[in-house]
C-alpha cells in the first residue's frame, strides 16, 4: 500500500500528495530553487526537492519558485552564494545541489534539505512543525530506514524516465554525471525484463515494510500520528518521484498507489514482576505450555519460538515478542512511564528496522559474541569465532559503520541521553541497551569489544549504560 502520500493512512488517496498548499502572508517571500522538468504534471519532479516544496506547503509559508536547468545549478548557486552539498566523484570538486532556499527577511541562502528544514523550524517556531520535542533522532533513525528499504529499486526504477523529464540540453548534463556516478549509461541500469520484476519485488517488499511502521502508529493518517512530521514529508517526497516521471496515467503509478499490503520495559515502567528462568531446549515446550504464540518460523517452514514471553495474572493474558510486550504495558499500565509517547510508535517501528539494517546478524558484533549454537553451515563456534587481524578489522568495522551510525541518531536529537531526550528512556533505547547489555554479559565488562563500544563518540555509549543501571535489576 501507498499509505504514505501526504495521505498516511492503510487506505492511502494518492491525490492529498498535493493537497497542501502554499499560503498567502504578508511575510517576505522566500525564493526556493528547483529543477524544473518538461512534463505535463511533472514540472516538480525531483524527489530532494520536494522535501522541502512540502515543507513549505505545510508550514504555510510564502515562497516563489525560482526554477533552473541541471546544468545551471552550480552557476546559479555560486551566483546567490549557496554552499556546495558534497563533492564530486572525484572526491576533491565540490557539488553542488538543489534545494536551495533564499530568505529575503534574514538575508540567508541554505542548501540541503535538511539544513534548509533546520532553518524552517528554528526561523518560523509560530509554524506548524514537523519535528515534534524529542523526536529529532528518531526521525534521523527512521530516514536511515527508509532510504535501505526503498531506495535502491526506486532510484532504478526511476533514473531513466527522471532523465527523459528533462530538456535535451539538461538530459545531455544529467546523462554525463549520472553515468559518471555509478559506471554505467543509464539504458543499463535501468531494470527490463525478469531484472525488472526482480527490482518491483524488492520496492513492493521495502513499503510493506514501511506500511508495518505506520500501522504500529495505531489509527493516525501519518507516522507523527494526526499531523504530519519530517518523516511523512520525506517519505512523501519519494513517491512524488516516480508519479511524476512515470506519470499518474501509467501503469507503473497506477501499480505503486494500488499496492497494499522484557525486564527493561518493566523496570522502567515500574512494575511488579519475577522471573520465570528456562533453559534453551525448553522454550518451545514452555511456549505452548503458556499458550504464547510463535514469533517467527525456521529455515524448514515449522514455529519458531522465543523469549520474552510474559503473563499477565491481573488479565489473563500472554504475551510474546519484545515489541507486543512493549505495546501492551504502555496500553495495560497507562499510568506509568511510557515507552512510546503519543504518536511516535510508527517512528519506533522505523528506528527498529534502521537499527536492524545498522546491525545485521552476519555484522562483527554476532561474529565476535555468538556462543550458543553451532552455525547453520555445519560449522562449529570455534570456526565462526575470528581471531587475530580478522577480529581486530570487525572492531574497526563494527565501531565505525554501527555505533557510529546509531550515535549520529542520538546527536541529531541534540545529543540526549535517551533518543527522545535526558529524562526517559523510550522503546528504542531499550532496543540498544539490550544489545549492548548482550555484549556486555557475555564478552565481560573488561573486555576489549566492551572497552571499545562505551568510548565511542565521546564516551556516549559508557554514560548511556550508566544511565540504564537504574533499570538493570533482575527479579
Known amino acids: 500500500m501507498v499509505s504514505m502520500i501526504f495521505c498516511v493512512s492503510a487506505n492511502p488517496n494518492v491525490s492529498q500528495l498535493n493537497a497542501l498548499q502554499p499560503s498567502q502572508t504578508t511575510m517576505s517571500e522566500l525564493v526556493f530553487y528547483d529543477i524544473v522538468g518538461k512534463n505535463v504534471g511533472a514540472k516538480a519532479w525531483s524527489p530532494s526537492t520536494w522535501i522541502i516544496r512540502f515543507a513549505l506547503n505545510y508550514k504555510g509559508l510564502n515562497y516563489r519558485t525560482e526554477w533552473i536547468e541541471f546544468p545551471d545549478v552550480e552557476a546559479v548557486c555560486k551566483n546567490i552564494g549557496a554552499a556546495p552539498t558534497g563533492t564530486k566523484p572525484d572526491g576533491v570538486t565540490p557539488r553542488y545541489t538543489v534545494p536551495v532556499l533564499y530568505d529575503p527577511s534574514t538575508q540567508t541562502v541554505i542548501s540541503d534539505s535538511s539544513k534548509i528544514a533546520d532553518y524552517l523550524e528554528k526561523t518560523y517556531p509560530d509554524r506548524p512543525t514537523l519535528v515534534p520535542a524529542g523526536t529529532r533522532g528518531l526521525q534521523a533513525a527512521f530516514r536511515a530506514a527508509v532510504m535501505s528499504a526503498i531506495d535502491i529499486p526506486l532510484y532504478m526504477l526511476c533514473i531513466l524516465p527522471g532523465g527523459l523529464n528533462l530538456s535535451p540540453r539538461a538530459f545531455a548534463y544529467y546523462r554525463t554525471t549520472r553515468e559518471a556516478m555509478v559506471g554505467k549509461k543509464l539504458e543499463e541500469i535501468t531494470p527490463e525484463g525478469e531484472e525488472s520484476a526482480k527490482r518491483w519485488r524488492e520496492l513492493e517488499a521495502g513499503l510493506t515494510k514501511v506500511a508495518t511502521w505506520f500501522v504500529a502508529n495505531g489509527d493516525t493518517p501519518f507516522i507523527g500520528g494526526d499531523v504530519p512530521c519530517f518523516g511523512d514529508v520525506l517519505l512523501a517526497a519519494r513517491l512524488a518521484w516516480p508519479r511524476a516521471v512515470w506519470g499518474e496515467e501509467s501503469d507503473a503509478w497506477k501499480r505503486l498507489s494500488d499496492f497494499d499490503e522484557e525486564s527493561f520495559a518493566l523496570n522502567i515502567k515500574g512494575l511488579k514482576y519475577r522471573t520465570e528462568w528456562v533453559e534453551y531446549p525448553d522454550i518451545e515446550g514452555l511456549c505452548k505450555k503458556l499458550g504464547a504464540g510463535p514469533t517467527g518460523t525456521q529455515s524448514d517452514g515449522s514455529p519458531y519460538y522465543t523469549l520474552p514471553v510474559i503473563y499477565d495474572p491481573s488479565t489473563h493474558t500472554v504475551v510474546a515478542d519484545s515489541i507486543p510486550i512493549a505495546e501492551y504495558l504502555d496500553d495495560t499500565y497507562p499510568d506509568t512511564p511510557r515507552l512510546f509517547a503519543p504518536g511516535t510508535r510508527g517512528l519506533h517501528a522505523a528506528f527498529r528496522s534502521a537499527l536492524a539494517a545498522a546491525s545485521r546478524a552476519d555484522d562483527p558484533l554476532w561474529n565476535l559474541i555468538v556462543r550458543t549454537r553451532e552455525a547453520d553451515e555445519g560449522k562449529t563456534l570455534e570456526e565462526i569465532a575470528p581471531e587475530g587481524e580478522v577480529r581486530q578489522g570487525m572492531l574497526e568495522v563494527y565501531e565505525k559503520q554501527v555505533l557510529v551510525k546509531i550515535a549520529s541518531w542520538y546527536q541529531a536529537n541534540g545529543n540526549t541521553t535517551f533518543i527522545m531526550g535526558d529524562d526517559i528512556p523510550s522503546n528504542s533505547d531499550i532496543l540498544v541497551v539490550s544489545r549492548f547489555m548482550w555484549a556486555k554479559q557475555t564478552l565481560g565488562a573488561d573486555s ?28
Open 448 to 475: 576489549e569489544v566492551w572497552t571499545r563500544i562505551v568510548s565511542v563518540d565521546g564516551g556516549r555509549w559508557g554514560r548511556f549504560m550508566q544511565a540504564f543501571e537504574k533499570y538493570t535489576q533482575v527479579v
